[in-house]
């Protein structure tokens, strides 16, 4: 299975040094239920995906990578790493933080809740507290909210890549595959070398909006930027080549 829109760059552990930069603990991969651990996404256990609203049928194989793609997020999202403070803080708002950090990778999720939303009222500037909200609103499986948290992280800090993409993962979570797209694409026009993003947006076009070609591009890039490798991945990608193929021959023949 696919773990499609992966929500961090560099596993369970990196996400969350990323978010903590960034005063939020987002956590894992774009799995939609996302779930805290040290170790990295890709080998968190992956929770059943919820319905897609795609208009159109699935292709034979697009079932498993759906599901991949639903649970690989959630995954990260829950694994990922707090980031660091984006502007200076004072200490009690740090351990705020840090408290309401521990109970969302703990899986106190309505502690770690009470925590990041007394963050956003007395500190509303911050985007981490709002980004956190909004991965722990996607493992409580409440989607529009976690869209509503994660819009209100890129308005306070439009220029964190991370938080697109979790908006992102969110977004097609509710299937506003268009405003996946765009969120996807702020994330890596933000970070061009965001491995992760590129691989959520392709299996977003992939999966989703049924552009193969585009999908072969992003996941080719995907893969340059992986130097250790992704077998799953280089499977997508043969699968999409192999499936072009036999739709050109007959093209061809087609028309002689």
């Known amino acids: 299975m696919r773990f499609a829109d992966a929500c961090v760059r560099v596993g369970t552990v990196g996400v969350l040094a990323a978010l903590a930069a960034a005063c939020a603990v987002l956590t894992g991969p774009d799995t939609s239920a996302p779930t805290?651990?040290?170790?990295p996404a890709a080998t968190a256990p992956a929770k059943p995906a919820p319905q897609d609203t795609a208009k159109n049928p699935a292709p034979a194989?697009?079932?498993a990578k759906a599901g991949a793609a639903a649970n690989a997020p959630a995954q990260q999202a829950e694994a990922a790493p707090p980031v660091e403070v984006e502007t200076p803080v004072n200490p009690l708002v740090q351990r705020g933080f840090e408290a309401a950090r521990q109970a969302l990778i703990a899986g106190r999720l309505d502690d770690a809740e009470r925590g990041f939303l007394a963050l956003t009222k007395s500190n509303p500037e911050l985007g981490g507290p709002y980004a956190n909200l909004g991965v722990v609103y996607r493992q409580k499986q409440?989607?529009?909210e976690s869209?509503?948290?994660l819009e209100k992280a890129v308005q306070a800090n439009p220029k964190n890549s991370v938080y697109y993409n979790q908006l992102g993962i969110s977004y097609r979570l509710v299937g506003q595959f268009p405003k996946a797209?765009?969120?996807y694409e702020k994330a890596i026009a933000l970070d061009p070398n965001y491995a992760l993003a590129l691989l959520n947006l392709g299996i977003l076009y992939d999966v989703y909006l049924w552009d193969g070609r585009r999908a072969l591009e992003l996941y080719d890039r995907y893969l340059s930027l992986t130097p250790q490798g992704d077998d799953r991945v280089k499977k997508w990608a043969t699968d999409l080549r192999n499936r072009n193929q036999p739709r050109s021959?007959?093209?061809?023949k087609d028309q002689g």
């Open 36 to 39: 805290p651990a040290p170790a």
């Open 61 to 63: 194989n697009a079932t």
């Open 142 to 144: 409440k989607y529009d």
């Open 147 to 149: 869209v509503a948290m």
């Open 181 to 183: 797209r765009d969120a």
């Open 249 to 252: 021959l007959a093209a061809r």
